[in-house]
């Protein structure tokens, strides 16, 4: 019985454990309202991407000097903890108006998103 005990409460240590150590996937831009012209910053995790890869970061609002997909995109390289973050600058001549933003990473999509606004 003590044997069942103990194996039991090690199984749920190291499910704490393991909790504890990943990070949830997440994606954010700041500020919400950007300057035509002004950088956004755009950071998060891409949980369960290895670090030194490249996460792709899509938006409508980014320059067109890269695609994924006939879409504007920059690239963040994957830091320890699965932290990514890039430093954009929309371009003066952008749309006034709301963006989307999302994230792909090892050929999958995130399943997460952000908006912010551009502002004349």
Not at 104 to 120: D, K, M, Q, Y
């Amino acid at each position: 019985m003590r044997k069942a005990t103990l194996a039991a409460g090690s199984a749920v240590a190291a499910l704490a454990f393991v909790g504890a150590v990943s990070a949830a996937t997440s994606l954010t831009v700041a500020p919400a309202a950007v300057h035509r012209g002004h950088r956004v910053i755009v950071r998060g995790n891409a949980d369960g991407c290895p670090v030194g890869d490249a996460v792709t970061i899509i938006s409508k609002a980014f320059a067109h000097t890269h695609d994924f997909a006939g879409l504007p995109a920059v690239f963040a390289r994957v830091r320890a903890g699965g932290k990514f973050g890039i430093r954009p600058r929309i371009p003066s001549t952008k749309a006034v108006g709301g963006y989307g933003v999302s994230a792909r990473c090892g050929g999958g999509n995130l399943g997460v998103s952000a908006t912010f606004h551009v502002v004349a």
